[in-house]
């Protein structure tokens, strides 16, 4: 284990607290500012989370850097099996992970489940990485010389997470870059910070070397730590679109790698010709799993006018069967994430009503199976939504469906492709050249034909376009491999008298 006594401590409190997880054990770092855990459900703070100081992210990043130069050189073998194992670890314990996942973010205990199993999904890319550590070779390039490449790993690398899937997100980056022979830290939100301590845990058991992965909790102070420190190689972000902006932005500046992934609009038209049963559960699904409060929600339904009204009529009724409450409780829907939230995203009700549009179903002031005090917003579909509204324009990360209607195909293309963003995007139809051509044209990173939540396996790669993805690297498959590697090429001749002698000029091939 790390020695960590070198740094002053402070004062144990008696309130429960969150530490750092630093050289395979809790840390508690130097700092005294500490943000509060809610629970969302009861609207009530469960513990209190540490906010490292520069210091502190110093300390973490010396921590990992001297863990990284052994790391790098564990064979790769050793490497797959440390991620086998905390495979195992989860998955016998995932039922842990998904209630903390429940008790901090709000998500309904079968949706936790889901997000840890698409988790583990690239934890098991990761057990076979080795299939992409082979590199080129071209033998006798010229007359007795062979070319080659490597693929290295880069050092200390950050990952900072977004409170919407404590445990996904994390995975996505941290199971591809230990598996390529960096150190990790993960600076997960402070929202929900628990999941990230207890994956570090299970990393351990899994036997990864103390101080290859470590996490460091807090806020703006330790993001720019990380940004700013010359050791740390790159920084793989998942969050909102200005703080991705500002990420990417500050983190190139700083001579690093960076990938940037930022907030989204998702929209899913349907033609006339679609399964409308299909797409109205589709809408739903997307629309409130989770609250909203996923990257690849929709929340703008495109509806062509022919079909629209059947369209909304299916969806509501759809609607009036779900439940909001506890996640604990076997209920559909679980609250948002704090009560800012619950009232911004309750705003945005307002504004649409106010800039004329049809609230259908009203999830504002619904009651609940569960605490009052909770975070809630009920499932809500606000129809005839103008453009211009910034119901229409914002992201609002919550259970709000819109329905715009169009006329046909090229007005929902052309409304898609306006758009700021470009994450995920669906078309509903069983006219298969429709799709094909959607594919074709559309603006957007990932697409699903009449699947409303494209989230592309393992082994390829999730981004989206436009203000959805700063950096030219997608998170996790390939793009997260190279990512995560540095390459470099070897030209090697082994002795041949016949090549010696002196030539200043440019090497040419013979
Ligand atoms: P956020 O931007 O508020 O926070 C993300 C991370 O940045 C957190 O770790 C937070 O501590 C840190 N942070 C917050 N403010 C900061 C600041 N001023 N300076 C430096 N760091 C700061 O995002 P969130 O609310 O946690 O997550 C929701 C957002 O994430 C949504 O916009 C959603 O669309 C997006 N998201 C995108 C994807 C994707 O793949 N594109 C996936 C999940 C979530």
Not at 465 to 480: I, Q, R, T
Request: with cysteine; net charge negative.
């Amino acid at each position: 284990m790390t020695d960590t006594t070198t740094l002053e401590q402070p004062t144990p409190s008696a309130t429960a607290i969150l530490d750092h997880w630093v050289g395979g054990a809790p840390w508690a770092g130097t700092g005294d500012r500490t943000g509060p855990v809610y629970d969302p459900a009861r609207g009530v703070v469960q513990k209190e989370v540490r906010f490292a100081t520069t210091e502190d992210v110093d300390h973490v990043v010396s921590v990992s850097s001297a863990a990284a130069a052994e790391w790098k050189n564990a064979s790769i073998a050793k490497r797959q099996q440390v991620m086998f194992a905390f495979r195992e670890l989860v998955n016998q314990r995932k039922d842990e992970l998904a209630a903390i996942l429940t008790s901090e973010h709000g998500k309904v205990i079968s949706d936790a489940h889901g997000e840890i199993a698409r988790g583990l999904e690239v934890v098991e890319f990761a057990c076979g990485l080795g299939h992409l550590t082979k590199g080129a070779y071209s033998e006798n390039v010229s007359t007795g010389i062979d070319v080659y490449t490597l693929r290295q790993p880069l050092g200390v690398v950050g990952i900072i997470s977004p409170f919407n899937f404590p445990a996904m997100v994390p995975m996505w980056f941290f199971a591809i870059a230990l598996a390529a022979g960096n150190a990790v830290v993960l600076k997960p939100s402070e929202k929900d910070p628990t999941a990230a301590n207890w994956m570090a845990e299970r990393l351990t058991e899994a036997g990864l070397p103390d101080g290859v992965l470590n996490v460091v909790h807090g806020d703006k102070v330790a993001v720019d730590a990380l940004l700013e420190h010359p050791e740390v190689r790159a920084i793989s972000f998942v969050g909102s679109t200005p703080i991705a902006r500002y990420v990417y932005e500050t983190g190139t500046r700083h001579g690093k790698r960076v990938q940037a992934l930022g907030g989204a609009k998702n929209h899913m038209l349907v033609l006339p010709d679609a399964d409308l049963d299909l797409a109205a559960d589709a809408a739903v699904n997307a629309g409130f799993g989770s609250a909203g409060e996923r990257c690849m929600a929709i929340s703008v339904v495109l509806a062509v006018d022919a079909v629209a009204d059947a369209l909304v009529e299916k969806i509501s009724a759809r609607m009036a069967t779900l439940r909001t409450g506890d996640g604990t409780r076997g209920t559909d829907m679980g609250p948002v994430i704090t009560a800012a939230h619950r009232d911004k995203v309750s705003s945005y009700v307002d504004v649409a009503a106010g800039d004329g549009a049809d609230v259908v179903v009203d999830g504002r002031g619904i009651e609940v199976d569960g605490d009052p005090n909770g975070f809630w917003v009920g499932p809500t579909l606000i129809d005839k939504v103008p453009t211009s509204s910034a119901a229409y324009r914002d992201e609002i990360f919550g259970p709000v469906l819109s329905v715009v209607r169009v006329d046909g195909y090229e007005e929902g293309l052309e409304l898609i492709n306006s758009g700021a963003f470009g994450n995920g995007t669906a078309i509903f139809t069983n006219d298969g050249g429709a799709a094909r051509r959607f594919q074709h044209e559309v603006q957007v990173g990932m697409i699903g034909v009449n699947v409303p939540i494209p989230v592309p396996v393992a082994y390829h790669s999730f981004g989206g376009w436009k203000a959805s993805l700063f950096g030219d690297a997608k998170a996790y498959g390939p793009h997260g491999f190279d990512f995560f590697t540095q390459e470099k090429a070897v030209t090697s001749r082994w002795l041949d008298p016949s090549h010696g002698g002196i030539n200043l000029g440019f090497p040419q091939h013979s």
